[in-house]
């Protein structure tokens, strides 16, 4: 099988899904780092015309949207399954991980976590107070209807890791290294469970944001 190349920014929780479904299927791959001051340059934008990361290439096959590329995975490498085979269980699957991408990202990880990590961390910016207050109240109806959906099962689909514990997990690690995390994540005994149950895999473990970047110095 062709080799697979991850074209991402070291901590990207998005570029990080990818990695982790194909560390969990066991595949080998190679990540292609992106310089974020290079997502509009015309070499990138003819890869993704969004100026987004990540994107897949595989032979002769390229692709972006993270959802679009972790199902593609799931289908060219079937073992082990990261799709419910119940209807049901499936379609909890697809709505959490619209829930990540509309609500958990837009407007409240791209605020909050970008003034509170990426912002401080790759430009030296000083946090925009006023901007984290504002999403704060969609980021706690956020994690309440994330905890309610996973209510005492394992993970986010059932009892076994899919797909959507591979896309939220990424985003979610990081709400837990900052302050709100005390208002928005720790009430929910069972979403702090499965954060630490989810961290424990070797998947997520090997694709860290300084694991990545190590990755990436390396290509």
Known sequence: MSEFIVHGV???PFARS???TLEEKGAPYRVAPVVPGTLKTPEYL?????GRVPVLDHGDFSLYETQAILRYLDRILPEPKLTPSDPRRAARMDQ???INDWYLFQGVGS????????????MGLQPNEEAIKEAMPKA??????LARLL????YLAGDDVSLADLLVAPGVEFFASIPEWSVLGAPHANLVAWLGRIQARSSMKATTWERVAELARAA
């Open 18 to 20: 990818v990695l982790a």
């Open 111 to 122: 605020v909050i976590i970008f003034h509170r990590v990426v912002g401080p961390r790759l």
């Open 10 to 12: 070291p901590g990207s």
């Open 96 to 98: 959490v991980m619209n």
């Open 46 to 50: 003819a890869k993704h015309p969004f």
């Open 140 to 145: 706690i109806t956020v994690f309440a209807e």
């Open 151 to 154: 209510g005492d099962q394992r």
